[in-house]
């Protein structure tokens, strides 16, 4: 008997197939208008967080307990405090980078400014940093070298190039002296954030300049996902179970950018809120002509003895289907644009990017495939249907054959 209901709802959904178009169609196109908004949100959550707070602070970030308060050299990590080896080791770890992040006066001929100082290990950051990609001029540094790498910003301030010097002078550890003068050995692309106008060396000679030996100011750690950061957390405590050691998640280490990234998801729900909306009315009118269409259907064949629950039946499996195909072709037609944009992210220009940069992303734009978007909008549009149904639910148990056979 179910079967044959099945049967009857599925034709009756093409008896009026202008009806089951205009549903059809307005389900698909919001669902892939809000897919597309969502993805896009959320890709450049992750773009910025992989490629800016993950080279920069790390998905996890271990310090001196004192340094949270007060960033300064003597509030530095020792060497033997924190063991790489062990925490390399935990699953889900992508890596483990001691820094020595300091500042310094830059100056070359009358030109003099403030500058932070990155001590990195170019073996492993080189390619965390994406050094390669990002390198304009010159040769990218090795472990060994007296040289540093500064950015395009700074490059065109101080008016310099490769194989120019830059004068640094700052305070080292325990009050000396950090001071030297370094020749530029690569200028590198870094338009947004800190690290425009950051100088870099390597970590043994940034070390050596502010009498720092076997010192680190934190160890940064990169992970596989970010959705893995609570799990991978809490082991890293456990290494480093130390009252000595402050060991925090990136949310904590920069709650601003966490702040900007939740209220910019919760505008882009306001959007996909108004999207919903109009697939709620758009499946509210087609319950209303199919109502009024069949009424008289409808008390026929309660009068002749077709139970309301068997009618509700039909009706609420015509519904169901007509969601379900919408939901279907609303996500397989995002997929081709959404993994165009996702394997071809486009570069912003002009004041646009500068708002981008403004606001401490990357000017760049593309599209994710995450599953969970697809699941959560796509169950949304299934709920409001149901919602909606409720309609049609309370005419048919409420259904009089006499008064629906009236013209």
């Known amino acids: ?39 896009m949100q959320f890709w450049v959550y992750d773009f910025n967080i992989k490629n800016s707070v993950a080279a920069t602070v790390g998905y996890i970030q271990i310090t001196d307990s004192s340094y949270v308060d007060e960033k300064i050299i003597d509030n530095t990590l020792s060497s033997n405090q924190v063991d790489v080896e062990a925490l390399t080791k935990i699953e889900g770890v992508k890596g483990v980078y001691p820094r020595f992040l300091s500042g310094a006066l830059v100056s070359t001929g009358i030109k003099s400014k403030y500058a932070g100082i990155s001590g990195i290990s170019p073996e492993t950051d080189n390619k965390l940093l994406k050094l390669d990609i990002k390198l304009r001029k010159g040769t990218l540094i090795n472990a060994d070298d007296r040289a540093i790498m500064i950015t395009e910003n700074m490059a065109d301030y101080y008016q310099v190039s490769v194989g120019d010097s830059l004068i640094l002078m700052g305070q080292g550890y325990h009050g000396f002296t950090a001071a030297g003068i370094y020749p530029i050995k690569a200028i590198l692309n870094f338009p947004v954030g800190e690290l425009s ?29 970010n959705n893995q950061l609570e799990e991978i957390y809490s082991e890293v405590k456990k290494v480093s179970n130390d009252s000595q050691i402050s060991v925090r998640t990136w949310e904590e280490v920069v709650p601003g950018l966490k702040q900007g990234i939740d209220m910019d998801a919760n505008s882009g729900l306001i959007i996909s809120g108004i999207l919903y909306m109009i697939v709620g009315f758009g499946i509210f009118g087609t319950i209303v002509m199919l109502h009024n269409e069949r009424k008289f259907e409808f008390g026929v064949l309660n009068a002749i003895g077709t139970n309301r629950f068997d009618l509700l039946f039909i009706t609420l499996t015509e519904l169901t289907i007509l969601t379900l195909i919408g939901i279907v072709i609303g996500n397989l037609s995002s997929l081709p644009l959404l993994y165009y944009f996702n394997q071809n992210p486009i570069k912003i220009g002009g004041d646009a990017a500068q708002a981008v ?9 593309g599209t994710g495939l995450f599953l969970d978007v697809f699941t959560a909008n796509s169950l949304a549009i299934l709920a409001i249907a149901t919602f909606v149904s409720l309609y049609i639910v309370i005419k048919i148990i409420r259904i009089n054959a006499l008064k629906s056979m009236k013209k």
């Open 1 to 39: 008997m179910k079967k044959l209901f099945l049967i009857l709802a599925w034709r009756n959904i093409w008896r009026n197939k202008k009806r089951a178009f205009i549903t059809i169609s307005s389900i698909a196109a919001s669902l892939f208008f809000v897919l597309f908004l969502r993805q």
């Open 357 to 365: 940069i403004d606001q401490g992303f990357e000017p760049y734009m």
């Open 197 to 225: 106008s950051m100088v870099f060396m390597p970590i043994k000679e940034a070390q050596f300049m502010h009498v720092a030996d076997n010192r680190f100011t934190h160890v940064l750690i990169d992970i596989e996902s």
